[in-house]
């Protein structure tokens, strides 16, 4: 009998494990000092050029290339950083094109979505890397323009993610590895490409088949229409910033309920935090150019370190090292972090709407069929 009241207790935590669960075993901090580097290069770079703007959208490449050494596919980082690295300067290119003001621009996200949540499916970090494409996206359909500023963004993207490729591979002694990997990229891309084939074949079959009960179609479908619900919101709206409504939804957004609550609420309590704290410090400070690019590299040494830690400590960290990457645009710090936290809420009530709307109804349809079976005795008696 008394383990019954502690189980009530333990329910209700899980939702918040991402917000109070912290492993210090895993920081990585003074290894995460290499991938720093190359985010410091390009906004140097960009301000000695008169510039900074031009620095910030390479730096933003360099710290996404980062972040695949933290994933893995078949056996080794390299994989994810090359591919997120051709990923996000085609998305990134795709973004400037369609822009914020095109109805177009839904329906792309929501392909996007879907393709994200059916690369779930694949070992290793396939997902991660079609995440960042998504995000890579929308963060771009912010600015449209002409084809030559598309090709413009999504040139800057690529030569932050190489730089990052380049200088942590020659840090960390890898550089061979990736050179081979280099030589060898077209036939990977065929490898991948007809791994990929196979992905949507299989898809189209359980489609037609109406096999999706173990299948990851029914979470890419959620993907799909709450990014498409997000971006409709973040384009009627005209918010600035607003695309990190539907980016907050991509997100926070997970197969399981209890993950949905526990990322949503770790995400608000982050962004809130990291807002609060940023703008306290940009209303003593008043930092100068450098100042603002130093400010960028440590928060994006933060959130490298910090990733597998605590997801709302790292939800500070990535707020702060956006605020202070903004700032570099000429933008008031304390502006860009109200925005985003506002935005930020807003996409994580989007995703838990709809993915509670969504158990609402199977637990409705459930339901029915009980009562549809129990009413006739005679179907339940021919089961042993």
């Not at 019954?4 to 207790?9: G, S």
Request: a positive charge.
């Amino acid at each position: 009998m008394s383990t019954l009241p502690a189980a009530e207790p333990a329910a209700r935590y899980r939702y918040l494990t991402d917000s109070y669960v912290f492993r210090w075993e895993n920081q990585t901090l003074r290894a995460d000092l290499i991938l720093t580097l190359p985010i410091a290069v390009c906004l140097i770079l960009g301000i000695a050029v008169g510039h900074p703007a031009a620095g910030m959208i390479a730096a933003g490449g360099a710290m996404n290339t980062g972040f695949g050494r933290k994933q893995t596919i078949a056996g080794s980082y390299l994989p994810p950083m090359i591919y997120v690295t051709l990923g996000m300067a085609f998305a990134g290119f795709l973004g400037v094109l369609i822009g914020h003001h095109s109805i177009l621009m839904v329906a792309v996200a929501a392909f996007l979505a879907f393709g994200y949540g059916m690369l779930t499916s694949l070992p290793g970090g396939y997902g991660w890397v079609g995440q960042q494409c998504v995000i890579t996206y929308l963060v771009a359909s912010a600015f449209p323009a002409s084809p030559l500023a598309a090709l413009e963004r999504g040139g800057l993207l690529f030569a932050g993610g190489l730089i990052q490729l380049v200088l942590s591979s020659l840090l960390l002694h890898i550089f061979a590895d990736l050179r081979t990997r280099v030589v060898a990229l077209r036939h990977t891309l065929l490898e991948e490409e007809a791994t990929l084939r196979t992905l949507v074949v299989d898809t189209a079959e359980s489609l037609r088949q109406r096999r999706m009960l173990n299948s990851a179609i029914p979470y890419s479908l959620r993907l799909a229409f709450v990014l498409a619900l997000g971006t409709e919101i973040y384009r009627q709206l005209h918010y600035p910033s607003g695309y990190w409504i539907p980016m907050t939804a991509l997100i926070v957004l997970r197969p399981a309920v209890t993950d949905t609550v526990n990322r949503a609420l770790a995400r608000g309590v982050g962004t809130v935090a990291g807002a609060a704290i940023v703008t306290l410090c940009l209303a003593h400070i008043h930092p100068d150019l450098v100042a603002l690019a130093a400010f960028t590299v440590l928060f994006a040494w933060f959130s490298f370190g910090i990733v597998n830690v605590n997801y709302a400590l790292f939800s500070a960290a990535i707020t702060g090292y956006i605020v202070f990457l903004l700032s570099l645009d000429q933008l008031p710090g304390p502006l860009v972090a109200e925005r985003r936290t506002v935005a930020t809420l807003i996409g994580a009530v989007i995703a838990l709407t709809v993915r509670l709307l969504v158990i609402s109804r199977y637990r409705r349809v459930w339901s029915k069929s009980v009562a549809a079976l129990s009413s006739r005795p005679s179907l339940i008696s021919r089961f042993p």
